[in-house]
């Protein structure tokens, strides 16, 4: 049973360079969201797709964009990196909309902005 | 003032103890809470999650909640070492898809 796929696991990038992280829901799920969790910190919301649009968008600068494409596969674009960009990326995949209840995490991309 | 508060630890308590973990929220539209694990360097996965007032148990887990003080907490009983990990709180509002998470509290649990 596929879980949630995310690539690559780690990414050290420069700042002011741009990054594209991927994510491959659950089988069957159609929904995928995206946090963002700095170190001892909690996961923050980023964005969710649903329907290759997207649906939610938490407190994130236009710098973080994403897509979903129609095999529901999802991937996340920072530009213009900042040091407090580092963080672990995490992708979550849901069913029909959304619902929390069914969320499935990856296991996360660590990204290290230098 | 932050949505959902944790107090981050670490929380030692001997192994066979019972740990308790608390979670306090601001939005009183809040209707579904949940305690996802996460140990170090892995993402978070779900143990429990609860929306009615009052207690919820799973095996050695439980959970409560008390609307009315915007109050979360959960109870490991018969702690193991395995239990060692950070404890995410999250809440979400209605029909919202989006977790708000705590900043999570590191529990250690001592031979």
């Known amino acids: 049973d596929a879980g949630v796929t995310q690539s690559p696991t780690h990414l050290i990038k420069t700042r002011g360079q741009q990054v594209t992280l991927r994510c491959s829901p659950k089988?069957?799920?159609?929904?995928v969201s995206w946090y963002q969790q700095a170190l001892g910190q909690g996961p923050q919301f980023i964005f969710q797709?649903?329907?290759?649009?997207?649906?939610q968008r938490g407190n994130f600068p236009d710098r973080f964009s994403g897509h979903q494409f129609p095999n529901y596969s999802s991937e996340l674009n920072v530009n213009a990196l900042l040091l407090g960009d580092s963080a672990l990326y995490l992708c979550?995949?849901?069913?029909?909309?959304?619902?929390?209840?069914?969320?499935?995490f990856g296991s996360g991309t660590r990204l290290t902005v230098v | 003032q932050k949505e959902v508060e944790q107090n981050s630890g670490p929380l030692s308590v001997p192994e066979g103890a019972i740990a308790s973990l608390n979670c306090t929220y601001s939005?009183?539209?809040?209707?579904?809470f949940f305690w996802y694990r996460q140990y170090s360097g892995k993402s978070p996965e779900l143990i429990m999650f609860?929306?009615?007032?009052g207690d919820k148990e799973d095996g050695r887990f439980t959970a409560q909640l008390n609307k009315a003080s915007q109050y979360v907490s959960l109870l490991i009983r018969d702690s193991q070492p395995s239990d060692s990990a950070t404890y995410l709180c999250?809440?979400?509002?209605?029909?919202?898809?989006?977790?708000?998470f705590g900043t999570g509290t590191r529990l250690q649990v001592t031979l």
């Open positions: 797709y649903y329907e290759e649009e997207e649906r």
């Open positions: 609860i929306y009615s007032n």
């Open positions: 939005d009183r539209g809040s209707q579904s």
């Open positions: 979550a995949s849901s069913l029909v909309g959304g619902s929390v209840f069914g969320y499935t």
């Open positions: 999250a809440v979400t509002a209605g029909t919202a898809s989006k977790l708000t």
């Open positions: 089988s069957g799920h159609d929904t």
